[in-house]
C-alpha cells in the first residue's frame, strides 16, 4: 500500500473512532448490562447465582406477594410458581454445586426444585404434610444429586429426617429410625461425596440427643455412633472436608469420632458452651472459643491451642481459605462506655498478631471483616468512620482501599476471580445515605475504587441491595429510575479470535481488524509489550493501529521480516492473547 493509501485509511478510522465512540452505549470500566432479572413494577428482595455466575435466581415483590424468578444471562426471566408467595417467601434459595438446579421453600411450608433447563417447571420435592404439619429446615448435598429435610410430615409435632432426588424422580423416604414418644431430629449434616448423613436426635431415649448415621438415599437403617449419652447431649455435629471423621461437640467438650462402626472419640477440648465449633476447609483443624478463650487442635488430638489473651468479647473465628491460620475480633471493655475492638490473627498454633485496632468511646467500633480467597489478606469495614482497609494476614501496614471515595461506605462483599486477584465490593452514598454507588476494589489496595454501577442505587438504612458472584464477574442490583427494575451487570469477559491483517512494517501504522468479544471502550491492545492506539467499532470488532519498534542499527543487512509479537486484548480483569499473532517486516 502507498502513502496516500495509507493516510485516507488513517484518516477514515479516526473519523470511524470518533463517529463510533460518540454513538456507542457507554460502559463503566468494562461493566456491561446484560440483562433485567425482574419485570417492572417489582421490588428487589434477593438473588442467589449459579456457581459460574450464569444464572440467577431472584425473589422480587409486586407490593402485594413475592414471586421467583430465574434468568440466565443476557435472557428474559422465567416465573416460576407465580405469585403465590406471603411476604416471607420464597426462603432459602439455594443452587446445588453443579448449578443444575435450583431448590427453595416458601410460605406454603414446601420444598421444590428446579432445573435451570426448563426455568418455568417448578417439582414439589416434599410429600404432603399432615394437619399442622410444616418443613423445619432442608439440606442440598454436595454432590447436588438429593435433598434432605426435617419435617413433622407423618405424625404433627414429630419431626423426623427424609430424603428424596432432587429431580424429584421418586418419593421421599424416611432416614431417621423410630423414635420414642416425644423423640425429634435436631441437626443434620452431610459427607462430603453428599452419601451418607449424620444427624442428631432424641431418637432412643427422650431428651437424650445423640449421634447418628445413614447412607443418604435410605438403603440400609441408621446407626449410632459411639458418642452422647445419659448427660452428655450432642449439641453439634461436622463432618470434615475429607469424610473420615465427625466433630461433635458435647455438654462435656469437643470430640472428633472416626465415621467407622465402633470408634471411640477423641478429646480435641473444652466445650464452647452456646457457641459453635469451626472446621478448616482442609478439615484438620477445629476452633472454638467459650466465653473468654479462643481454642484450636487438630482434629487428630493433642492439646489444644490457647490462641487469644484474653477478652471480654470474642466473635465467631474463622479460618483462612488455606487452613492456616486463625482470623478472630476481640472486644475489651475499659472504663465506664469506653474500650478497643481488635482483629486478631493466629497461626492454627499459636502466636497472634492484631491487624487492627481502635479504642472506641460513646458506641463501640464495628468491624466487618472477611477474608480474601489467596488467604493474603483480610478486609473489614470500619464503623463509624465508614472506611474499607486491607491487611496482610500475617501482619503488616494497613491499607485504606476507599481513599477515594467521598462519602460513607457499607454493604462489604468479596469475590475471587481465580486470576487476576481478590476483589472488595462495596455501596458509597452521600452522608445522608443516599445518591449510593456500587464499587470494586482490589484487596491488595494497588489500584483505586473502581465504578460497577451508579450513580443512583436506593438505601434502606444503610442496606442497599446488591448481589456478587463468587467469582466477582457478576452481580444483580435495584436501580430507583420510577418502575424499581432488577439490573445483572457483568464484566466483560473478552476474547481475541483473529486479526487481519498480520503484518505490517516496523514503522508501525497498519490498521489491524481484531475479531472476538466482549470488547469495549475499555479494551486495550498490545502487540507484544508496546500498547495501540484502538478503536471500538461494536463488541465483536476493535480496529488497532499498530505501533512502530525500534529497528537497531546493526550495519549488517536487515532481514525482510523482523519480530514476530502476540497480539494481547485486556479488560479490567480479563484478558485474552493470539499467540504470534502479528509480524513486523523491514
Not at 477 to 502: K, M, N
Not at 552 to 578: C, E, H, I, W
Request: with cysteine; charged share 15%.
Amino acid at each position: 500500500m502507498n502513502a496516500c493509501g495509507l493516510a485516507l485509511i488513517r484518516t477514515a478510522l479516526v473519523w470511524i473512532g470518533s463517529t463510533v465512540a460518540a454513538s456507542a452505549p457507554a460502559a463503566q470500566n468494562g461493566w456491561s448490562e446484560r440483562a433485567r432479572l425482574t419485570p417492572n413494577g417489582f421490588f428487589f428482595a434477593t438473588a442467589e447465582f449459579s456457581p459460574t455466575g450464569d444464572f440467577a435466581a431472584i425473589r422480587a415483590s409486586d407490593g402485594s406477594a413475592y414471586s421467583l424468578f430465574m434468568a440466565g444471562v443476557g435472557s428474559a426471566p422465567t416465573q416460576v410458581l407465580g405469585a403465590t408467595f406471603t411476604s416471607l417467601g420464597p426462603l432459602s434459595i439455594e443452587f446445588t454445586s453443579d448449578g443444575e438446579y435450583v431448590v427453595f421453600d416458601g410460605s406454603l411450608r414446601a420444598i421444590y426444585s428446579v432445573d435451570v433447563d426448563t426455568p418455568g417447571v417448578a417439582v414439589r420435592l416434599s410429600a404432603p404434610l399432615v394437619g399442622g404439619g410444616s418443613v423445619s429446615r432442608r439440606y442440598v448435598s454436595p454432590d447436588g444429586a438429593r435433598v434432605v429435610y426435617v419435617a413433622d410430615q407423618d405424625v404433627d409435632k414429630v419431626y423426623e429426617l427424609y430424603s428424596v432426588p432432587i429431580d424429584g424422580s421418586a418419593a421421599p423416604v424416611k432416614l431417621s429410625g423410630s423414635l420414642v414418644s416425644g423423640g425429634d431430629v435436631t441437626e443434620v449434616a452431610f459427607s462430603p461425596d453428599g452419601a451418607t448423613v449424620v444427624y442428631i436426635a432424641d431418637q432412643d431415649v427422650d431428651e437424650q440427643f445423640e449421634l447418628y448415621r445413614v447412607p443418604a438415599d435410605g438403603s440400609s437403617g441408621a446407626t449410632r455412633l459411639n458418642i452422647g449419652g445419659a448427660g452428655q447431649d450432642v449439641r453439634e455435629a461436622q463432618v470434615t472436608a475429607d469424610g473420615a471423621n465427625v466433630v461433635v461437640h458435647i455438654t462435656s467438650g469437643v470430640y472428633a469420632l472416626a465415621l467407622t462402626p465402633g470408634a471411640l472419640p477423641v478429646y480435641l477440648g473444652p466445650s464452647p458452651g452456646s457457641g459453635s465449633v469451626v472446621l478448616s476447609p482442609n478439615g484438620a483443624f477445629a476452633a472454638w472459643h467459650d466465653s473468654t478463650t479462643l481454642y484450636a487442635s487438630p482434629v487428630s488430638g493433642g492439646p489444644p491451642v490457647v490462641l487469644n489473651g484474653g477478652a471480654d468479647t470474642l466473635s465467631t473465628p474463622y479460618f483462612t481459605p488455606d487452613s492456616t491460620r486463625v482470623i478472630w475480633q476481640e472486644t475489651v471493655n475499659g472504663a465506664g462506655n469506653t474500650g478497643t475492638q481488635t482483629i486478631w490473627s493466629a497461626p492454627v498454633g499459636g502466636g497472634r498478631v492484631a491487624l487492627a485496632s481502635d479504642a472506641w468511646s460513646g458506641s463501640p467500633y464495628y468491624y466487618a471483616f472477611k477474608l480474601s480467597g489467596d488467604s493474603a489478606y483480610v478486609v473489614y469495614e470500619l464503623d463509624p468512620q465508614f472506611e474499607i482497609w486491607s491487611a496482610p494476614v500475617g501482619g503488616g501496614t494497613s491499607v485504606a482501599l476507599t481513599p477515594t471515595v467521598a462519602g460513607r461506605v457499607s454493604n462489604l462483599q468479596t469475590a475471587d476471580d481465580g486470576s487476576t486477584g481478590d476483589y472488595a465490593f462495596f455501596i458509597e452514598s452521600d452522608a445522608m445515605g443516599g445518591d449510593g454507588r456500587l464499587f470494586r476494589v482490589a484487596m491488595d489496595g494497588g489500584a483505586a475504587p473502581e465504578l460497577v454501577a451508579g450513580p443512583v442505587l436506593p438505601l434502606e438504612g444503610l442496606d442497599t441491595r446488591f448481589e456478587v458472584t463468587p467469582d466477582g464477574r457478576h452481580v444483580a442490583f435495584e436501580v430507583d429510575d420510577g418502575i424499581d427494575r432488577i439490573l445483572y451487570r457483568s464484566l466483560r469477559t473478552v476474547r481475541l479470535d483473529g486479526a487481519a491483517p498480520q503484518q505490517g512494517p516496523a514503522a508501525g501504522g497498519t490498521v489491524v481488524w481484531l475479531r472476538g468479544d466482549g470488547f469495549s471502550a475499555e479494551t486495550e491492545v498490545f502487540f507484544g509489550v508496546r500498547k495501540a492506539a484502538t478503536y471500538l467499532l461494536d463488541e465483536q470488532t476493535l480496529l488497532a493501529l499498530s505501533p512502530a519498534i525500534p529497528v537497531a542499527a546493526t550495519g549488517r543487512k536487515l532481514r525482510r521480516f523482523g519480530p514476530v509479537v502476540d497480539l494481547l486484548v485486556r479488560n479490567v480483569g480479563t484478558q485474552s492473547k493470539l499467540a504470534g499473532g502479528f509480524s513486523y517486516y523491514r
